[in-house]
């Protein structure tokens, strides 16, 4: 009774995974700060400037979903996603924005909510959240929160949050923010409940949870082979099936950079990879990517989706199919990239890349039966 | 320990997050029999055996530790710290955790020139403690598995000061897809750690026997290198 999503496909179980969902493409980014032309980086202030224009571009070019990850970093100079969403909803018409992902553990899941039922009225019914804990570590000590609490924090707000969706006053209490009783929280949304997601990064558990909160499961993979995560999407199924949930999507969220050719994809992007990654990997026990090892997350078996808009095309395609997926949302940018280089991204992905993977999927793959046009 | 083919040690997986199913389903695939459990109640963890890792048991942690010839340690850190060693008491435990003050937290008790297996192993003082298993992702462990003698099999550190237990967590790496290096204290260790030069890294042997030679800075080329753990990106 308490599902909390939109317009869930209420078909047969025999229709497999992938036929129940239309297809979605989304990008992603965390305001990774642009570099200029000569490599220098440009003020915060700009790059907020240059994400709106990046968001606005989305929808001209055909892509389904613009989302901000809440970051606090100089690289990643974004922490209020929502009012820059605000923005580019204020000039587009289509498509949907959220946040991916909003780090609801230091947040207030009555505030959450209220930010982005008021980013779904200025929209028109076209916000998103994706809940989960990214690599924004940084908001627990800046909002003083103890990250040795993270996994409490987030079960208990994850619930208030889902209590909060289904939009009547609200009875909660828990130890991690003051009670409430019977509180209306406003702004009502016009059409029921905003889908949200949770993002999952590798924790079975945290997987059952989306299923028993009835969220959407948002898989991040950001390294190591994609395929291994396919018993994640169809424990997700199984567990909705046990909670008497009716099916949802899957998405897969990964990083990646596209241009003209592969070796400029590549190119462009390497640098600011090895640059990003060794500047967080003293503090984050990663180790430095090396040329080796980036050949091989570029590469078919790895997670990062650097190219020309054929070579990634072919991976969304093969990844979403293997993930019995729907959604593919690109993680775009790096730190250092220019807006320019961005822009670019953004066209190949909207007006080569999508309908490649849509063409690339449409034929009944081997195995399960045509994803019909509905 | 039993030596036969036949009746492999029993194994416990304490914690259900990360790290545990993916070592759980390793050690069920070489033949262990395998219990998980988590903090609360082993019902939560069946669906997730079921599809995950199929074959082994969820149990409550007291009786899965009891039974147990060997102990995984797979949760966080400060989720140890709440673990009655007592419960523990007489078992071969292998320490797979890792202190990460950026990603989990500052723990008082683990702020120490010691390497966190030293701290675990003073916590557990009825115990043999191992470090094995912490320093691959867990992304990486399984897709980076190999029987003996594949030519691209990766080594994987195992460091305590027992040498008996060593050797039976050598055993144990070894049977679920790894060259065992064998370092002889916990103190030795401490060069599987975060920051140290084999952390996050997916090495043959050679590689890394020269690495845990080396300065962290020059470590050798790495394998497959994949970055992410959950925390990272999207994940939760």
New interface residues.
């Given amino acids: 009774m308490s599902d909390v999503t939109a317009e869930v496909a209420g078909k047969p179980s025999s229709v497999p995974e992938s036929a129940r969902f239309p297809l979605v493409f989304g990008l992603d980014t965390f305001g990774d700060r642009n570099g200029d032309a000569d490599g220098k980086p440009v003020t915060h202030a700009q790059t907020i400037r240059n994400v709106v224009a990046e968001g606005v571009r989305a929808e001209q070019v055909g892509i389904d979903f613009f989302g901000i990850g809440e970051h606090h970093t100089d690289y990643f100079p974004m922490p209020a996603g929502d009012v820059v969403l605000a923005a580019i909803a204020a000039r587009t018409n289509r498509i949907h924005l959220g946040s991916a992902v909003t780090v609801l553990s230091s947040d207030d899941p009555v505030r959450v909510f209220q930010r982005y039922s008021t980013l779904n009225a200025i929209s028109g019914g076209r916000a998103e959240v994706i809940l989960g804990r990214g690599s924004s570590i940084e908001s627990f000590p800046l909002f003083g929160y103890d990250l040795a609490d993270y996994e409490e924090l987030f079960e208990e707000k994850a619930s208030l949050f889902a209590e909060l969706l289904k939009g009547g006053p609200v009875t909660w209490e828990g130890t991690t923010r003051p009670p409430l009783y019977h509180q209306d929280v406003v702004p009502h949304t016009e059409s029921g409940p905003f889908p949200v997601w949770i993002g999952v990064g590798g924790n079975p558990q945290s997987v059952i949870r989306a299923a028993r909160l009835g969220f959407r499961l948002a898989l991040a993979i950001i390294g190591g082979n994609p395929a291994r995560f396919a018993a994640f999407s169809q424990l997700f199924q199984k567990a909705l099936e046990k909670f008497g949930r009716p099916p949802l999507p899957v998405a897969v969220h990964s990083p990646g950079h596209i241009a003209p050719t592969d070796d400029q994809a590549r190119d462009e992007f390497w640098p600011r990879w090895l640059e990003l990654i060794s500047l967080v990997a003293p503090e984050r026990g990663f180790a430095i990517p090396t040329e080796e090892s980036f050949t091989w997350e570029t590469g078919p078996q790895g997670a990062l989706y650097v190219g020309s808009p054929e070579t990634v095309a072919r991976k969304i395609a093969a990844n979403l199919r293997a993930l019995q997926a729907t959604r593919f949302d690109l993680k775009y940018g790096m730190p250092g990239l220019t807006h320019e280089m961005l822009m670019t991204n953004i066209e190949l992905y909207g007006q080569q890349v999508i309908p490649r993977v849509r063409e690339l999927l449409a034929p009944a793959p081997p195995g399960p039966t045509s994803s019909g046009s509905t | 320990m039993e030596g036969a083919m036949a009746t492999l040690p029993r194994l416990s997986v304490l914690g259900?997050?990360?790290v545990g199913?993916v070592v759980a389903r390793l050690a069920t695939r070489a033949g262990y029999p395998v219990a998980i459990a988590?903090s609360g109640d082993p019902g939560?963890l069946a669906?997730?055996t079921e599809?995950?890792i199929p074959g082994a048991e969820p149990r409550w942690a007291a009786d899965a530790v009891a039974d147990a010839d060997m102990v995984v340690l797979a949760m966080?850190l400060?989720r140890f710290l709440r673990v009655d060693p007592s419960l523990l008491a007489d078992r071969l435990v292998i320490d797979a955790m890792?202190y990460?003050?950026?990603?989990?937290?500052v723990?008082g008790d683990f702020e120490d020139s010691a390497g966190s297996s030293q701290i675990v192993a003073r916590r557990l003082a009825g115990s043999a403690v191992v470090k094995a298993i912490n320093h691959i992702?867990?992304?990486?462990l399984?897709?980076n598995a190999r029987p003996a003698g594949s030519p691209d099999r990766r080594a994987a550190g195992v460091a305590g000061d027992d040498p008996v237990a060593v050797a039976a967590v050598g055993e144990f790496v070894d049977r679920i897809g790894y060259d065992p290096v064998r370092l002889p204290s916990l103190e030795a260790g401490q060069v599987l750690q975060?920051?140290g030069p084999v952390?996050?890294?997916v090495l043959r042997r050679p590689e890394f026997e020269r690495a845990i030679g080396a300065e962290p800075a020059t470590?050798g080329?790495?394998?497959?290198?994949?970055?992410?753990?959950?925390?990272?990106?999207?994940?939760?």
Avoid: C, I, K
Avoid at chain 2, 100 to 105: E, F, I, L, M
């Fill in positions: 259900a997050g990360h199913p988590a939560n669906l997730v599809m995950l966080p400060h890792n990460w003050p950026a990603t989990d937290g723990l992702g867990y992304h990486e399984e897709q975060p920051g952390f996050g890294l470590a080329p790495p394998g497959p290198h994949v970055l992410a753990q959950a925390q990272s990106g999207r994940g939760e």
